[in-house]
């Protein structure tokens, strides 16, 4: 399975950007992954951002709540991380991540993921 991470930039504090994340492989059923997207920060651990199951339940990290949401378009293979009123704070290279899976409950531990993308660099400016 590949995923391409892409729809980073430069923006303003308070602005807004949209990730997408494009899977593609070979019998490749992206409605059965769970997705997801981590981010690291320059000095820090990769961190958990959202994920969305199957079914497209959502789970999101304390710090984004409300702010950023994560949706799934099975039809195009695609993810994506929409991100509101973005923060400074929120600097960072987003991952996007996947998981074939049909269990509901996932986890948000980076080792539990097996596939990566390769990163896309959101850069928030004050």
């Known amino acids: 399975v590949q995923l391409q991470a892409s729809g980073g930039g430069l923006v303003q504090a308070g602005g807004s950007l949209r990730l997408s994340c494009a899977a593609s492989?070979?019998?490749?059923?992206?409605?059965?992954?769970?997705m997801g997207w981590f981010r690291q920060a320059p000095g820090k651990e990769r961190e958990f951002v959202a994920s969305?199951?199957?079914?497209?339940?959502?789970t999101y990290a304390e710090s984004v709540k409300g702010r950023f949401t994560i949706s799934r378009d099975n039809a195009k293979d695609t993810m994506y991380l929409q991100m509101n009123s973005l923060k400074i704070e929120d600097t960072a290279v987003y991952y996007c991540t996947g998981r074939q899976t049909q269990f509901t409950k996932l986890q948000y531990g980076s080792t539990w993921w097996p596939y990566w993308g390769q990163g896309t660099l959101v850069t928030v400016s004050s």
């Open positions: 492989g070979r019998s490749f059923s992206f409605r059965y992954y769970a």
């Open positions: 969305i199951n199957y079914i497209g339940d959502r």
